[in-house]
């Protein structure tokens, strides 16, 4: 069943403008069709046919991984059944063959995020090692009268790097704060930058609260001091496709597992310039040109950073969940989700004492919410007896629920192949487990 959406408002015009696609003014009012064919898309999923606990998976939990469609299950098969060899180091045809994959993969990822070179992909494995190559790269390039910046909304793979990298350098961590809504403040932002400022590191999405945080000024604003400018793109990239150089950020992270990918697997975005710049992070096979005892010389990007075997049949496939994503359509995608947002929000906000997390003009289809009284973990537990998996606790974002002075949330995350109906069944679990505990 097909299903058209038409949402107008002046929040369709700010996810569009931060999500950049496209929208037809109708009528002098802003209107945005998608045409989203969820059955069927769910059928490319076969993990949401089982049951949990004995009731259907209403599976709400995509902002801690995504799941996975049978395409990218069958292009791992198929690497295992019919390439699995090492890459960069044989001569024969396995051996090749497996490198064409693995690079025409990052040429895949390196159109999807617009880089000017493939050799400015490099493969991790996920956003958090991505940052800790960053952050210890930069370790050289720091000293004791530098700043960072870090904002309060991040997770702690992107906070704890950059205070080891204080600890090693010396230099000053700086936080730009938030407000109730979950929106990072501007206007302290702007005052915190200096001529001293080196790195400003931000997520594009909260992973807690799905604030879409304003990226470009806070690009820009660096810029304007000289800064480099990180970007966590873990939730970000599972909704909208960044285009890293009309952004013009310096270093852009992301996991595969977020977007439709396995896990162990991800890439980091840096410009030439930098990557070039920054030294080594692992040394190991595949890294070097040459090595002698008296002196080793580094391989040029991208494989200075990619020391070692890799993930290879990841890597592949990373490249066949992009184009899985892109088949569907990003403009799509966000506005389904955001469809989905709206419903799920109107419908939780009806429950007496919920109270939801996290309530900014600009977010993705995440919300945090507890019910009065409550412990989180115990919402949880009973919506996992009724087959639906929520996350529940800190998300790995302490510094989030020590603003709110809470010990975490319940937390549900949509993505394209949920449904209202199972939004329906959210909501009466939710009650239930209200009645259950009050
Ligand atoms: N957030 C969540 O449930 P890794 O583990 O390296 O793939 O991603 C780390 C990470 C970094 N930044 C953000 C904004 C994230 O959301 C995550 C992962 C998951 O919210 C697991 S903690």
Redesign the pocket.
């Known amino acids: 069943m097909f299903k058209l959406f038409t949402c107008s408002s002046n929040r369709v015009k700010a996810v569009a403008r931060a999500l950049s696609y496209k929208t037809n003014s109708i009528s002098g009012v802003l209107q945005l069709q998608v045409m989203l064919n969820v059955n069927n898309i769910r059928k490319d999923f076969p993990i949401l046919n089982r049951k949990v606990n004995g009731k259907p998976l209403v599976y709400l939990d995509n ?2 991984t995504s799941q996975t469609p049978k395409q990218v299950i069958d292009a791992i098969v198929d690497y295992y059944s019919n390439y699995n060899a090492n890459i960069h180091r044989g001569v024969h045809t396995l051996s090749q063959e497996a490198t064409d994959l693995y690079e025409a993969s990052r040429i895949k990822i390196q159109k999807h995020f617009n880089a000017k070179h493939a050799h400015e992909i490099i493969f991790t494995s ?4 991505g940052i800790n190559l960053v952050a210890n790269g930069f370790a050289s390039l720091l000293n004791k009268n530098d700043e960072i910046i870090v904002s309060a909304l991040e ?1 702690h ?2 906070i704890v790097p950059w205070q080891m990298l204080c600890e090693r350098t010396g230099a000053t961590l700086k936080v730009i704060p938030m407000n109730l809504e979950g929106e990072l403040l501007m206007d302290v932002y702007d005052t915190l930058l200096t001529a001293h400022t080196k790195l400003v590191f931000v ?1 594009h999405i909260s ?1 807690a609260l799905g604030t879409i945080n304003p990226i470009e000024y806070i690009i820009e604003k660096a810029h304007n001091v000289g800064a480099a400018v990180l970007i ?1 793109g ?2 970000s990239c599972p909704h909208i496709k960044p285009n890293v150089q009309e952004l013009d950020v310096d270093f852009y992270v992301t ?1 595969a ?2 977007m439709c990918g396995p896990t162990g697997v ?1 890439m980091l975005y840096g410009k030439e310039a930098w990557l070039n710049k920054l030294p080594p992070y692992q040394g190991g096979g595949e890294m070097i040109d040459q090595v002698s005892f008296k002196k080793t010389t580094y391989a040029a990007l991208p494989h200075k950073f990619e020391a070692g075997t890799p993930d290879i049949a990841g890597g592949i496939v990373f490249g066949t969940a992009i184009d899985y994503m892109n088949s569907i359509g990003f403009e799509h995608i966000a506005a389904y989700e955001n469809e989905l947002l709206g419903y799920a929000t109107k419908a939780l906000q009806t429950i007496e004492g919920l109270k939801i997390y996290g309530t900014a003009s600009n977010k993705t289809s995440v919300i945090s919410f507890n019910l009065e009284g409550i412990h989180p973990y115990d919402v949880g537990t009973i919506l996992d007896k009724l087959g639906i998996a929520v ?1 529940t606790g800190h ?2 974002t302490q510094p989030i629920m020590d603003f709110y002075k809470i010990p975490g949330t319940v937390r549900a995350s949509f993505a394209f192949y949920n449904t209202k109906e199972e939004i329906d069944i959210l909501v009466s679990g939710v009650k239930k487990a209200k009645m259950m505990l009050s």
Do not use: M, P
């Open positions: 902002a801690a996920g956003t958090t090692h997770h793979s992107n997520n992973n966590d873990a939730q996991s597992h977020k991800g996350r998300h790995c």
